[in-house]
Structures are given as structure tokens and as C-alpha cells.
């Protein structure tokens, strides 16, 4: 048999075979799942957000038509455990228990009271109506600096503080990088803002569902979940259940953004109701019940004192963190601010830093990560923090930018922070963008603006960002009291008719593992990109993971694919050799075909595959298997950068922004498969521009939130966006071997600092030198007319 | 009450409350889960199908309205195994990325093409300011409306697959 050799697959623009599926409606939603003699769950949600339940009546909702049972918090007390925190980040950080279904006392609206089990949905929704419970309302802890004042009441009084923990670096004391304050009492000028990371909600486009089917002993999963993993371990540590006697299944998840990075008590409570009926059930949420009680994201408050020399070189930054919790630990809630903590120095190399953060409890729903998780906080506070120091001085605040940066020439780079940065190249990136972006020119027409007095004003936006991906050194993590590794699995099974499997542990949602991993296995093996079929999301048919978040899965998981494939290729090499009577060491492998060096004695290893299947003729004391697995760990993050250029017009009149032109250049390494790069980036942009302009969950002073349904939350839509041009470099990562970077993420960090410093620039001579997010026209007119009173 | 509806081509006649949503008609009645639901305040367009040759958001529509009516949802749109121009431009622009708008905004795609056939950016923008994306930033499915508008121009393709009057509104209806 004689195969071509297959074209390099990585870095073609091949069109997704996700598709297929999801193009037609034959899709895999949680929510589309049926199962003989299926119940149907609704919870009763307290609409207020702290207070002792004095009564729950359940006596209407018992005999509703359709209704088999309500159950409420007091009901499961003895087997509902407490929903687990893995990031305990410091060893006296207060944690309260953490029930699916309130027992006592609710700490925020929305929190689920009681269950309702029905034949139907509607019959279910109908019954939890009835549900009548009495409320002692307490009162409520809304704001952090309120909260972490002395006197102020207290969400879990239990715990005598509102304060979760308190977790610092000092580059002094660490050995990193000098002393904060002296680098701040010697500054020549000093830069001190407040900055205010709104709360959003990740709100992805599928709302959460699961289904629990008890067989006997065994319990079976469907949730719509970014860690099918991980909750399988919590379910059992949570819940007491044997480890091997749970599967779960994540099937098609329509989306997640760190916001089905969770252990829900939706997941709990269904499991249990379950389990008690003998019968499968499922609980599919509305979209107001996922705005409620879905963790949120972001909602810190940063105070910035930023130290530097008159010529622009920075000296020193010292930040301190407020970080709203909300009511309760969930899966990694504390430790978001901490993945911030090492990005606050962004792409610059001063030599003294500090960060404290104090996470603070609130009676709101708690926050977890949301797409970037910790680092567009700190990426938005240094690029804004670089603009202000660029205006202070009078300096163009690109030239700001390059005199601190880290320069290409530099790398690898150990920063303030200890991180080593192993690549990049800040100066390409910006090359590439200012060119695109016409700076000199849009420069030009903001003097010409300014000049007439016009009342649409132009702004320059900068963002030259840079992230940690791949969140995975388990050494690292460790480090940081993380409660589990960061390595991530893979497994390729050789079928006898040459056609190739590989199992992954990093599932998708949307963002096309299937079609990447796939051109990876195909240049690996050397087979066509057809004959791959990836396996992902079921905890049986792909038994270890660690699962889809931090822009990991290319990083990690797709290099324990390429380590599980040269191990198939180094069995089949012994094969070939056997089989062609020659050594290991006269073999060439290229294009799938294993060659006799300098011979035309050539066999594919489809050939082999099925040889191996055969078992008639393999070297004496071989399996007869080409199969493989392996799990990749590796010794440091990623590094992708970028440069992104916003240009916004502001009307001074109404104070609406538009943005007019974006821009950006990112480095995310070598490209598997640029078409899903760029709808990476497309996406991310929009959330990280929408948090500049639109989105933030707002609560009233009782603790309402009165942002929860897509009426009151302002999700972009299509006229609410401009379009992006999208440009990369290319500056391969230097710890995998594919020299990737991750994408995932990087579009929402980068984004929201370059649009605030564009709005703040068109403004800035009005005397404006800060805008609160979102950026709506009533805020930028109040600035505008604050400021422009001189 | 009883209803007889057809939905992508199949006459079905069913008993259905009167409070029953069309979208629940469809996914829970008929299993015709391809057609989902985003969210409850009618916002996110996710549930949108075509009622009688219009797209409709079938969250914001009940069963009974439906009754007597022509249906078409994302299942309905390939013909003879070919996808909808609309479907194959959504693959060949990488307009989706989890896919759950998906469904919602190929119907929607169709409908603004019945009513402009040759949409620049803006028209398409207004278009399926209805519609819902988390993932996509909304670029490359704006892209592909605009590839699809071509292909589907009169004389671009099989007539069935042509914008010519209205014909897009009856596209998969029978």
C-alpha cells in the first residue's frame, strides 16, 4: 500500500467538523436528553438576600397535580454535604459551609430554598410557586468597604468577619524585586487611582441542565459542565459516593466562559433527588435562575500607587485589592485574584511590586472565574495605570509603553513577580498594529478635533497586554495551595483498518478541539485529518482529565496528545523494523510512511496498525498494541501578548461612544488552525469590550439584583459591536514542543483597558481622567461635565 | 386543545394546553430539540423558526397560535441532504463556536434575506439584533449572511435555494 504524504495540517484554516451537528439542530444539549420515566425538578429561590427561613409550607405544592415530592434544605441536611472550595489560599482562610439547598438561612437572592419533583416541567414550575416560606430578613452586606469596616454587619456571623482571607506578595520579601515603599518615597512623580472591576455574569449562551440516571449502584451525569473531571471527584468527596460507581458526562455545552467551571448545587440536589426517587431527573434552568445563581464574575476594587522618574521609567507598584466573594466559597472563588496577582506588572520590567488582596463576603451570588479570570483585572489596571503616567508626564503613551517593556532581545525574562516570561516580542506586535491601525493619522485627526472644538471628540486606546495561559504547572499550583494538579491527559488508539482515536481530557464548548486535535494527530502520524476522531467528555470513554479552562487545553492537553502519538510512532517504528528487516535506526518516518533510509522499501503505519492487529508477525515479546497514552505536565505557563489599538468617538453632547476602528495584533504562538484563533479572538473581544461599555450586574439596596434576565443585562448584540481587524505574530512558546500559546482568553483581557483608555483620551482635556465602568453615556456625559467645569 | 400543525413537512395533530409554548411544543411534543431555548424575556433569539414563511421567536408564541400553520425549524432547511446556503456559509465562515444561537440565527439569516436580498454590514447587524452570540463576536457571522446572500441570488444556484420575491420565506416549508 502506498499513502501521499497528507499536507501540513497545522496551520491550515481547516473548516470545523464540529459543525456538521450543530449547523442542523442535531446537537447534544444536556436539556434534549429524555429518559424513560424522567422527573422534572424546579427550586424555590429565596428573593431575598440574607435572612433566617422561619417557615416553609410545602402542603399546596405536595398535592399539586404531577407532584411526587418537595424537598427542602432541613430535608437533604444530612446528605447534601457542603459544595467544596479548592483553593483554600491561605491556611486561616474562613470558609463557610456552603449547603445546595439553604438550611436556616439564606445569604443571597436567588439561593435555592426548596425542590420540587414533578412528572413535568410545568407541572414542577406550577407546584414551586405554592411553595410558601417565611422570611426574618437580616440585615444585608452589600459593600466591601463597608463590609471590611469596623462594626459592619455580618454575612456569616458564625465567622465573626466579613474578610475570607488576606493574601499578599512583596517582591521584597520574596527575593523577586525591591522594596515597594522605598521605591514609592523616592518616585519623582506618583501615580494613585482607584479603579472599580463592575460584576458581570459570564452568561453563556446555553443555560445549565443536568439529568442523573441512578442504575442500581451506578449513577450516571449529563450536566453542562466545562469539567465533567472534576465534578466527578467533588461529587463523590461531596457526597460520599464511591468514585468508580459515578460517570459523568459532559456531551455538547453550549458555551461556558469559566461560568460552568463549577460544582453546582443544581448538579448536587439533582443527584440527590435522584437517588432518593429510584428514578432519573433532570433540572434545566431558566435564564433568570442562571443570572441569579450562576457565579459571577470580577467585582474587585483596585487601589493602584504607581512609582516612577520623570522620564517615564517606573519604579515600583503597589496594589491593593478589595475582592467581593459573595456569599460563599465556590469551586476556585478565592483564588481568581490571585491568577491576578501576577499580571499587574503586565509586559514591563520595573523592579519593585506589591500585592494585598482581601477578599471580602457579601450577600450577593458568589463570583468564580469568568473568561480571564483574575488577569483582565490586573491587564486593565497597569494599561490604564501606564496612560495615566503618560499623561502626567506628557508623554505619547505608546513611548510610555516601550521604555518600560520587556524587549525581545530580553527574553527569557524573569519578572517582579518570579515568573519566567520565555518568549515574545512586544516591539513586533506593536509594529504590526500601529501600522494597520493608521496611529500617526488618528493621532492627527484627535489634534484636528480638539482644535475646532468638535463636539465628537476622538480617542486612542493602547493595550499592550500580555497573559499567563495554560494553567497547569502542578508544581505551581501547589505552590499556591491549589487543591489539584494542572497535567492533562491523552490517549490514541490505532484501529486495525488505520483509522485513529484519540481520547482527550479537555472537553470542549465551542471552542473546537475536535477539529484541532485532530490536525495535530494528523501531522503526528502522518495520517489524513478525516481518519482522526476525538473522544472527550465522558469520565468513561475518556477516564482522566483535568479538564477546559484557563486557555489550557492547547497548552496542555493538545501536548499530551503529541506525547501520546510519538509513542505510537516509536512502537510502529519497531514494527517497521521488524517487518522490513532493517534497524530502528535505518527508518525514516515522514508522512506517515516509515522508510528504509536510502531505499525505496517504504510501509504506512495504517499498515503497520493493521499488522499489529493481526499479531501474525511482531517482534518476539510485543503486545500486539500500537495504542498509547500519556499526561503532559509542564514546567511553566504561557505567555501570549499582544498589542490592541481602540479608536473611539465621544459625543460630548450625549456622551454615546462608538467605536470606530479596533485593532489588534496578538502573539499566541505557533497557530494550530488560525480560523478558530481568530473567532477565539472575535469572541473575546466582544466580552471584554462589552465589559468597557455594557454589562454589569447591578444589585438595589435590599440585595436584589435587578439585572437578571437578558431584558435588564446588557448583552451585546450584533449592532452594539464593530468589526475587529484581526493580525498575529508569531513568537513560538519555547516550553512545549508545538511552541503554542492559547487563545482562549486573550481578546477579553486585552480589550477592556484599550477602550476605556480610548474614551478617556478623546475626554482627557476636558479635564477627564477616569471613566467607571461600563462606560455608559450617562457616565461619560456626568465626567465630562464634572471635569469640564474648568 | 387540539392542534394540527406541520413542522417541517409532517402534519402532526396533537391535544396541547392552551399555556403550552411553541418552542416546548416542538422540543418536548415533537423532539425536535435542534430548536432551543436562551432565555425567558423573548431577548436571545436562540428559539427562533419560521411560523408560516416569517421567523418568529418561538418562545414569544404559543402552540395553539401555531395551529393551521406551516413550521419550520433548523431541522428543516437541508434538502435532499444539502445544507441551506445559509447553513453551509455558517460552516464555511466559522460563524459559531458552541453553536447554541446557532439554530436561532440561521432562521434569522434566512428571514432578513427574504427582505433584503443584497445586505450590506449594517442592514445585516440590524437584522439579527434579535439574535444572541456569546461566542463569535458576531464577525464571521455577519461574513456569512453576506456569503450566503451571494450564493443565493437569483441565478447563483438551484431556484429552490434563490432569493427571488419572498421564496426564501417558504424555504423548507412545504
Redesign the interface.
Known sequence: MTSTIPDQEIGRARLRKEDARLITGRTRWTDNLVLNGMLHLAMVRSPVAHARITNIDTSTARSMPGVLAVYTGADLADEQGSLPCAWVITPDMKAPPAPSLATGTVHFAGEAVAVVVARTAYEAADAASTVDVDYAELPVVLDMPTAVADGADLVHPDLGTNISAVWAFDSGEAGTGGDVEEAIAAAEVLIERTYRQQRLVPAFMEPRSVVVDPTGEQFTMWSATQIPHILRLMLALTLGVPEHKVRVIAPDVGGGFGGKLQVTPEEVITFLVARRMGKPAKYTESRTESVQSAHHGRDQIQKLTLAARRDGTVTGLKVELLADMGAYLRLVTPGVPILGAFMFGGVYKFPAYKFVCTNVFTNKTPTDAYRGAGRPEATFAIERMMDELAAELGIDPMAVRERNWIKHEEFPFVTVCGLTFDSGNYEAATTRATELFDYDGLRAEQARRRASGDPVQLGVGISTFTEMCGIAPSRVLGSLNYGAGGWEHAAIRMLPSGKVEVVTGSSAHGQGHETAWSQIVADQLGVPFEDVEIIHGDTQSSPKGLDTYGSRSLTVGAIAVVKAADKVVAKARMVAAHLLECAESDLDFAGGSFTVRGTETSTTIQDISLAVFAAHNLPDGMEPSLDSDATFDPENFSFPHGTHLCAAEVDTETGRVRIRSYVCVDDVGKVVNPLIVDGQVHGGLAQGIAQALYEEAVHDESGTLTTASFADYLLPSAVDLPSFTTDRTETPATTNPLGVKGVGEAGTIASTPAVVNAIVDAVRHLGVTDIEMPCTPMRVWRAINAGGAK | MRITVNVDGTTYTDDV?P??LLV?YL??RL???????????S??G?CTVHLDGHSVKSCSVLAVQADGGEVT???GI?RDGQ?HPV?QA???N?A????????GM?MQSIDLLADHPDPD?TE???G???????????????RAVRQAAQQMRPGAGPAAEQISDRAAHTVGGE
Open positions: 394546553e399555556r403550552l416546548h422540543r418536548e423532539g425536535k430539540v435542534g430548536t432551543v431555548v436562551g432565555c425567558d424575556t431577548n436571545c436562540a425549524t433548523i431541522e437541508a445544507l447553513q455558517f460552516h464555511d466559522h459559531l463556536q458552541c453553536g447554541f444561537c446557532t439554530p440561521i454590514e445585516i447587524r440590524h439579527i439584533e434579535g439574535n444572541l452570540c456569546r461566542c463569535t463576536g458576531y464577525q464571521n457571522i455577519v
